[in-house]
Nanobody, 117 residues
Framework: QVQLVESGGGLVQPGGSLRLSCAASGSIFTIYHMGWYRQAPGKQRELVAS???????EYADSVKGRFAISGDNVKNDVYLQMNSLKPEDTAVYYCRMSNWGRVYDYWGQGTQVTVED
């Protein structure tokens, strides 16, 4: 079994920054996909950013230029640097790690990010 533990969420004012971290532990498989998703109240969970072991990245249009994802393939950690935060970024943020074919696919428990004055 694999456990993903997120940290770094909190309350921040608009324009501020936060850095989310996600650490994997347990029976680690070869992680290929690492990603961050978010779910706001009353909305569906959506992809925020993802990266692969090969270094490719993908971002939601709403966060391009403000957020940056990075992964540590040695530590099996993934990070999300969030800058210029907006109230609409308020959500529970989840990390996800999967192997190549997503046969092994794990989610963290989520960390709350609240952006308000």
């Amino acid at each position: 079994q694999v456990q993903l533990v997120e940290s770094g969420g909190g309350l921040v004012q608009p324009g501020g920054s936060l850095r989310l971290s996600c650490a994997a532990s347990g029976s680690i498989f070869t992680i290929y996909h690492m990603g961050w998703y978010r779910q706001a109240p009353g909305k569906q969970r959506e992809l925020v950013a993802s990266t692969t072991r090969g270094g490719g990245t993908e971002y939601a249009d709403s966060v391009k230029g403000r957020f940056a994802i990075s992964g540590d393939n040695v530590k099996n950690d993934v990070y999300l640097q969030m800058n210029s935060l907006k109230p609409e970024d308020t959500a529970v943020y989840y990390c996800r790690m999967s192997n190549w074919g997503r046969v092994y696919d794990y989610w963290g428990q989520g960390t709350q990010v609240t952006v308000e004055d």
